[in-house]
């Protein structure tokens, strides 16, 4: 270490000088310790938040108006996201072990309005203010008219004590300029200040919170990035094409839709009726909470009931919409040989990959089981252990050796995966990274994670199938000497929003009760044995 | 309350403020600060509050600037027999980064190491007849560097993906568990994530030219200048394809130096493939194989790795191993490509420790130990390691480390609730690190047989 070739500066009187200047800077720095900057997160309050007297912030002020659109909402994800138990767990979780370095990030997209208003991520819920808990509610998304795209949730949002916020939509405002002529793509004049914002047929306002980046580099999920670099967007297709409506997974042109009131008509009788969307944003996802929504909207047992059918029909539609199976299976086949079953899923209605989203969280998966005219199992494929977990690596059962992994699962969940302690990598519950570094701390990334795609510490492992792209799985059945033919052969393309043992992980495992399987596809067919 | 009241409990003498006292007291009074990133500037980095809204646009993106300090203080206190020569130092170190937010995907990040002038060239105190402070400090940044995706904003429709990322300056680059690359070059890197072929959905390629490299623990001699100076550009390719993660690479290097004096060609090829199987929770493998071509003999070999680990019991059990041709060289220029394979090699920036041979070349070793409880506080993980070292200097190692780690925040407040995370406050961030080593070297040539001792401590705060 000679340091040839290198111009080095005398040591001693720089040293001193910075040295010396460091306390100063550090105290000047840390002198501003009652910003909002050092504490991050603030101890948990005990009173909540006195409201704003801003009106157009929480959604049910929005109600009265535009009653369909608020019951559309009330019921859906947007809604539901930060009552979600499962978020809840999870962000504890991500909380508790990261010493919470992670902050306030979770809830950036879950509670924008709560976090931006100053609400701690530490605030229980029920010491939150009530646009808080609108989840994303309708300012969330109808304030926003710059293109935050990719900012993972990092966008302004009205909050108390705000000036009454402009309402952008995909109509023009009654004072603006409308260039298409057309007065139906123009509003009445409104008791808030309406503007057309292009935001509101673009992917771009779902990808300011559908593509999720954490501040140390994971790509949690990329649902717009998906959407970004597949078919869909070459052709204009957008987010809103398919999940906001009439058909849930199937697009649809604005002038498709059939005309209704945006407005209760009752209260602006002048009001024309328009092309209007479903609140609903329709997606895989519904609520683990018994009865959600029900009280805000005043709903009997009976019309709730008839409303998570409905709901409940919509998703299944949109999950149906999105994958296509065949199958080819021989029409003979020998005792004693091996048969090879040939399925493939095709991802024909999804814009994005399929499934996508949070890393860990959606399982789709093939079932495939043969048995024999005596009704005898001889092969099985995706299916499931004693704890309803697939029989992967992460199933207890498979853990514990009371039954032999699935070595031909076809599942297209993805996962977090982390980099361990010395080299290879193993899959996990969340980003935070105890073996790489015993003490997780998230800071900006050291590296060039968009550049590079991933960082140091860990990646995100994604199965899903790209837009109108098909994948095969072959399945090889050994067929036993004694198998009583005809062979019958059940496929089925299941799918369900959490892996149980996932439910377990983040202590909430009771819900996994409520998780429920959608077969996508069932197809049967059988095969004679030839002797 | 822990975010109350820290000024009060921090006591700084700085009243005679020479140079390792004001050091001390700056250090005591950063580890004050609470454990997180400090912004400076803009929107509060994972904090409530409203962002701010400039109302500016850079490149088709919003602006949305933040700036950011965080980084560590790390103590190291080693006793050593290294090479038959006692040692006793300890040697502290401060690492800032900054991060300047612009957009979402636009920032500029900037890495300072103050008191080294880079690796093994650290600021220290030195116990013995000689004893005293070595003292060093650099200006020069150890990674600046811009990233974003400039390029958007040419198809303000999204009928063009042209997220492209691009990241400029002085790059941490670290490729096949740094096996491959493992270092800070000066240069850019072109790439685009995404990518959809065929049932491929997640593949990421970069392309990247270096101008130059870091010279980290470098004898600077003509022959190392050379080698830090050339120019590297490649290709790294990685992806998810059913259950595996495979990573693809490929570089050339040209000498374009303007030294004179030396007719080693530098112009050479490396290709490398990493392939990874996860098994769940705690459990992976990774088959690593890499390879370089030179004119004639010079820089031509090839490495291939199997790194292993397993959850058992509760316990990880790891085993790596490797084994290469003498001449199996990386295109980075780092000297430590095996640094990530155990403790036995792993190498320390700072001070040069007893350590199996982690370059690599010529030589087949293996690294096998268990992190005991992995979940806990404090783990335990005992590693045995041995090489056998093919070249002309034959020089065989066996090693034993024994390395505790405990996360004091956990220790001295357990508990995994939020009031006990909250609790934790500053304190978070805290790590002790004690590691003991023992290497026997059986020297065929001339150095002899010795053995090498170290004990080392390590206090580390991340702030």
Known sequence: ?531 | MPYSGRMGRCRTRTARPGPIAALLGAILTLCCAPANAITLFGSNFVSPGQQWDPGLSLFGEELAPRLDVDGLVRFQVLNQQLANQTDDFVTPELDLQTNLQLTATQRVYWLWRPFEYGAREPTYFHFGNDHGWTKRFSETPQALFYEGQPFNWLSPNDRVPLDFTLAIGRIPLFLHNGLWFNNFMDGFQLSKNNIQIGTFSNINIMYFLTLGEDQPGLNLNLANRREAEKRVMGFDMNGDWRNYFFEISYAASYDNSKLPGLDQNLNRGFWAVSITRTFGFNSGVSLRAMGSTGNGTAGAGELAVLETQRGVWGQLLYCNVFGATNQWKTPSVSGSPLSQEGILFTFDRQQATPELNLRGHGTVGNAIGVVLDPRAPITYTPEFGWLIDNEYTSNDQVGLAFQIQADLAHVFIPGNTLSEMVRRGILYGALARLTLLGVRNENTHTAGDRFDFGSMLELIYQF
């Open chain 1, 1 to 531: 270490m000679n340091g040839q070739g290198r111009v080095r500066p005398t040591p001693g009187k720089t040293f001193a000088l910075v040295a010396s200047l460091l306390p100063a800077v550090a105290t000047l720095i840390y002198g501003c310790g009652t910003t909002p900057g050092w504490t991050r997160l603030k101890p948990v309050e005990t009173k909540p938040k006195p409201f704003h007297q801003t009106v157009f912030l929480s959604s049910s002020a929005c109600q009265t108006c535009h009653p369909k659109q608020y019951q559309e909402w009330r019921t859906s994800m947007h809604s539901y996201a930060q009552h979600s138990p499962v978020f809840l767990a999870f962000n504890v979780y991500v909380l508790t072990r990261s010493g919470g370095t992670l902050g306030t990030f979770c809830d950036r997209c879950h509670t924008p309005i709560g976090i931006s208003s100053g609400e701690s991520p530490t605030l229980a819920n029920d010491k939150r203010s009530e646009a808080a808990m609108d989840s994303v509610g309708c300012m969330s998304c109808h304030s926003q008219h710059r293109n935050y795209v990719e900012s993972s949730g990092l966008l302004p949002v009205p909050i108390p004590g705000d000036p009454e916020p402009i309402i952008y939509g995909p109509y023009y405002g009654s004072q603006e300029n409308n260039p298409t002529g057309d007065p139906i793509n123009q509003l009445i004049k409104t008791p808030h200040e309406s503007m057309r914002s292009g935001l509101f047929e673009s992917a771009q306002l779902c990808g300011s919170c559908h593509d999720v980046f954490s501040p140390d580099g994971f790509r949690i999920e990329e649902a717009y990035s998906e959407w970004k670099n597949g078919p869909y967007a070459r052709k204009g297709i957008v987010c809103e094409d398919c999940h906001m409506g009439p058909e849930p997974g199937k697009p649809f042109a604005r002038t498709e839709l059939t005309r209704d009131y945006i407005v209760d008509h009752n209260i602006f009788p002048q009001a024309p009726k328009r092309y209007r969307t479903n609140h609903s944003f329709t997606g895989p996802d519904y609520s683990l909470i018994p009865e959600y929504g029900k009280n805000a909207l005043g709903l009997g047992n009976k019309q709730f009931a008839a409303l998570t059918e409905h709901l409940k029909q919509e998703r299944e539609t949109l999950l149906r919409n999105a994958a296509t199976v065949n199958v080819d299976v021989p029409h003979t086949v020998a005792a004693g040989s091996r048969m090879t079953i040939e399925v493939s899923i095709t991802n024909s209605g999804a814009g994005h990959n399929f499934p996508t989203g949070f890393a860990s969280e959606r399982q789709v998966w093939l079932e495939v089981v043969v048995s024999d005219a005596s009704g005898r199992q001889v092969y099985a494929s995706g299916d499931l252990d004693r704890y309803a977990d697939l029989r992967d690596w992460e199933s207890e059962a498979v853990q514990a050796g009371e039954i032999p992994v699935d070595w031909n699962l076809t599942n297209l969940e993805a996962a977090f995966v982390l980099t361990n302690f010395r080299g290879t990598q193993s899959s996990a519950v969340s980003t935070t990274n105890r073996l790489l570094n015993p003490v997780p701390f998230i800071t900006p990334a050291t590296n060039p994670t968009f550049s590079q795609g991933f960082p140091f510490a860990g990646r995100i492992f994604k199965e899903g199938i790209p837009p109108l792209q098909t994948r095969t799985a072959d399945y090889e059945v050994k067929v036993p000497v004694d198998a009583v033919g005809p062979l019958k052969v059940s496929v089925r393309l299941r799918y369900r929003n959490f892996p149980p043992h996932f439910l377990r992980d983040l202590g909430v495992g009771t819900l996994a009760d409520q998780l429920q399987i959608i077969d996508l596809a069932t197809l049967k067919s059988e095969v004679a044995i030839a002797k």
